[in-house]
């Protein structure tokens, strides 16, 4: 590696690891992902809110018109009532689902533009996850199987509360493993069983480190929208749930990159571009 002269304390020191964007180019602290993550939201928050409800208009759309029919029908007594429930429900909750998904995609388009600094618009952030959606809504679906499907198994068998006990740390352990699933099916056009293997394998020798980011993110996310909501009135609530969605996700993205710095670049930092498969 190169070196350099410093006159702070006369003597020769490597150099900083270049920083175009919100994180030095080299393996990152826990702080300084969270940190990242909070430059991110501050400087890309806007255009990934502006992707995140344009990608959701679609779905409001689609959900308004169902609802809108099932309310025609609804007019018809008590059969168009249970039509209007039927209707109405399982498209509100694909909505919630989409919206879930396409903000894990977005916050994994951002990764390059927010690593490099590099300006990017909101319809170009949508262009980029929107195909990348469906393997997201995959992998997170599939990780939260593997983490809670065996104990929601076991209550639904009739065993008691106490007795799924043993589960949770299991659980706990299973979703900290698949973590980055969402991130690298949105990141790399991986499939849901591949993106959960490619998880597990980054986690693999860091699951405290993984933990130590992903539960903060989502305390800070949470503990924010809540202000929010108290302090904002309606503003604020409208958007708290964007923060619930996004921000976590960003500090995941950049938990992903440090952990493909550390485990695919250890000959050294990076000083142009991630060799980071592009979205």
């Not at 992902?33 to 689609?62: D, K, N, S, V």
């Not at 659980?171 to 991130?183: D, E, G, K, M, R």
């Amino acid at each position: 590696m190169a070196q350099h002269w410093t006159h702070q304390g006369g003597g020769w020191l490597p150099p900083r690891a270049p920083r175009p964007g919100v994180i030095p180019l080299r393996p990152l602290t826990p702080r300084e992902i969270l940190g990242g993550a909070l430059t991110a939201l501050r400087r890309y928050g806007g255009r990934l809110l502006g992707a995140l409800l344009l990608g959701q208009l679609g779905g409001l759309l689609l959900v308004t018109a169902v609802g809108g029919a099932a309310t025609l029908a609804s007019l018809t007594r008590t059969a168009g009532s249970r039509a209007f429930v039927y209707a109405l429900v399982p498209a509100t909750a694909l909505f919630l689902l989409f919206s879930w998904a396409l903000a894990g995609a977005l916050a994994a388009a951002l990764i390059r533009p927010a690593v490099l600094g590099r300006p990017v618009a909101s319809r170009e952030l949508l262009r980029a996850a929107l195909p990348r959606t469906p393997g997201v809504l995959g992998a997170r679906l599939l990780a939260l199987l593997a983490a809670a499907g065996p104990g929601a198994a076991a209550f639904a068998a009739g065993l008691p509360p106490l007795a799924l006990l043993p589960l949770a740390p299991v659980a706990l352990w299973l979703a900290v493993l698949f973590a980055l699933a969402p991130t690298a099916a949105g990141y790399e056009a991986l499939g849901p069983v591949a993106a959960l293997r490619r998880s597990a394998r980054l986690v693999r020798g860091a699951w405290w480190r993984t933990l130590g980011v992903t539960a903060p993110a989502g305390a800070l996310a949470l503990g924010a929208s809540y202000v929010l909501g108290q302090w904002f009135g309606a503003p604020g609530l409208l958007l708290a749930p964007a923060l619930l969605l996004t921000f976590p996700q960003l500090a995941v993205g950049l938990l992903y990159a440090d952990r493909r710095l550390r485990h695919e670049h250890r000959a050294g930092s990076l000083t142009a571009e991630p060799l980071i498969t592009s979205p």
